[in-house]
């Protein structure tokens, strides 16, 4: 019975030790189903010293994001019942709310930044224009959440304000919006698509950039474009240099499907201050105007007043008191304003958005070939005035003039003239009889803005009564000069067209 016992002590013994052989070598290392030792992952190879500038790069980038990301805050806007949320078919302001609620309301996400340590936030109009009440909420980069009130909005700009009850926020740096330039690090910083305080990179790829976007004939666009990545949700975010400093407040992107695809657009930090100041001091922005209608100076238009080169916004029409004080008339050519030369509409309108009623601005205008200097005393906007940034090119109608009248034909520029007669005159307050008889679609008079049913009341600013007396001056044109004509439509005020006469 003892050897028994024994024996099956001995065999159990035996099989848990033939047992562990199985499953471990003799190094006491466990065997796989591969049956192999160890894996070494990786190369032996040592990195390259890595360049110094890309390094003081790569740590700017880092810097930038820890300085500037606290100050950025998500909002999620709960908005009044309505039916149809507005977009447009090619640039989008942000976001696009989403998120369908009951009874016709909707929710979408923004994002603002801090600007005081008390809680006073700057981010977009679209994104809180149309907030119900209690219907804006801030979550802030730590997390923390509050109920925002809306302290106002400057729908000219996009700019808007709200304000929580805060204390020592991290407030963000503000740079200097007028020093940047062409080909600078920006990144953006904001709240894409739910994903909280995201940070992308890109450079500044244009300045003073128009987009049409702002659905108001007084709408100030200025915007600083980037390739920075934005979407849905970075609007009212940072866009910061390489100093940590938010040069912009992220507004639209220029996108056909509603998502970012290449180019986004930021507001200016030097107009979203003055607006700022105003909406937090005043609850609305109490701004300044000249009172002109003013369009684009190009080649012809330059051409056609004996500018030498392209420069300056071209008065269409005065239609405020502060411009008829001062003196402005239809035809100049404002060349700069405060000593600051002018290349474009927007230049001058965003210059004027950061002044008040009452403030004087020096205008130094090209009018009959030389330059003169107007003093403007700003006056506040009147609703019966119009200034608008206009090319005054689209269609108008009319009814079409029968006549008997011989008509002259301009080939070269694609348009043709004949007598109005009396009773037309007297409808337009003209005393013009030169009317426009036909214009081809696309020739030079087509692409410049004439049109069918037009009055011409000058010609190189001289005033134009007959056909022969237009014909005239056409005729006395050469291949390269441009020529300046003053017309009136149906149902518009006198406008300027200018006409480059082509090369035969």
């Known amino acids: 019975m003892k050897r028994s016992i024994l024996a099956a002590i001995v065999f159990i013994t035996i099989g848990i030790i033939f047992g562990a052989v199985l499953v471990s070598d003799f190094d006491g290392t466990p065997f796989g189903f591969a049956q192999q030792k160890s894996i070494k992952l990786g190369s032996d190879e040592k990195p390259q010293k890595t360049d110094l500038n ?8 880092v810097n930038v994001a ?47 930044v801090i600007v005081t340590k008390d809680g006073y936030i700057i981010t977009n109009n679209h994104v809180v224009e149309d907030a119900a009440e209690d219907g804006i909420e801030v979550v802030l980069n730590d997390t923390r959440r509050f109920k925002a009130k809306l302290v106002g909005t ?59 976007i702002i ?28 100093y940590g400093e938010v040069i912009g407040i992220n507004t639209a992107i220029a996108t056909t499907n509603q998502r970012y695809q290449g180019y986004s657009f930021a507001i200016p ?27 684009q100076v190009d080649e012809t238009l330059a051409k056609a007043n004996g500018l030498d080169k392209v420069e300056g916004v071209f008065v269409q029409e005065v239609i405020g008191e502060a411009a008829k004080a001062a003196g402005i008339k239809a035809g100049d050519i404002i060349l700069s304003i ?15 958005a950061s002044k008040h009623p009452g403030d004087k601005v020096k205008l130094v205008i090209w009018r009959d070939e030389q330059k003169i200097e107007k003093t403007v005393t700003l ?25 008997s009248a011989r008509t002259i034909e301009f080939e070269s520029l694609g348009f043709s003239v004949r007598k109005a007669d009396a009773r037309l005159m007297k409808d337009r307050e003209v005393n013009s009889s030169v009317l426009v008889a036909a214009v081809k679609t696309y020739s030079e008079a087509f692409s410049r803005g004439l049109r069918e049913n037009d009055i011409i009341l000058e010609a190189d600013k001289k005033p134009v009564s007959t056909v022969s007396e237009f014909e005239k001056i056409v005729k006395s044109k050469k291949p390269g000069d441009a020529l300046l004509l003053r017309v009136k439509g149906p149902q518009g005020s006198p406008r300027f067209v200018a006409l480059m006469i082509p090369q035969k």
Do not use: C
């Open 338 to 352: 405060d000593g600051k030369p002018l290349k474009a509409p927007n230049e001058l309108q965003t210059y004027i």
């Open 54 to 61: 890309l390094l003081a790069a790569n740590e700017a980038f």
């Open 269 to 295: 930090i030097n107009l979203v201050k003055s607006v700022a100041e105003d909406l937090i001091l005043h609850g609305k922005v109490e701004r300044g105007y000249i009172g002109v209608s003013i369009q």
């Open 154 to 212: 400057d729908p000219l700009t996009d700019v808007a304000v709200i304000k929580i009850d805060g204390k020592d926020l991290p407030v963000a740096m503000l740079g200097n919006s007028d020093e940047l330039q062409v080909g600078q690090w920006a990144l953006a910083i904001g709240n894409p698509l739910g994903l909280t305080s995201t940070v992308t990179a890109g450079i500044i790829s244009y300045l003073g950039r128009s987009i049409r």
């Open 379 to 403: 006056r506040a906007r009147n609703d019966n005035t119009v200034a608008v940034n206009q090319n005054d090119d689209e269609e108008e109608e009319g009814a079409v003039v029968e006549s």
């Open 66 to 112: 820890k300085k500037a990301t606290p100050s950025v805050v998500s909002l999620i806007v709960t908005t009044k019942a309505k039916k149809n949320p507005h977009t447009d078919e090619f640039f989008r302001f942000f976001p696009d709310f989403p998120f369908r609620m009951p009874e016709g309301q909707t929710q979408g996400s923004g994002s603002g």
């Open 215 to 242: 659905q108001d004939s007084y709408g100030i666009e200025n915007f600083i474009q980037t390739d920075a990545a934005v979407n849905p949700g970075n609007s009212g975010g940072a866009l910061v240099n390489i």
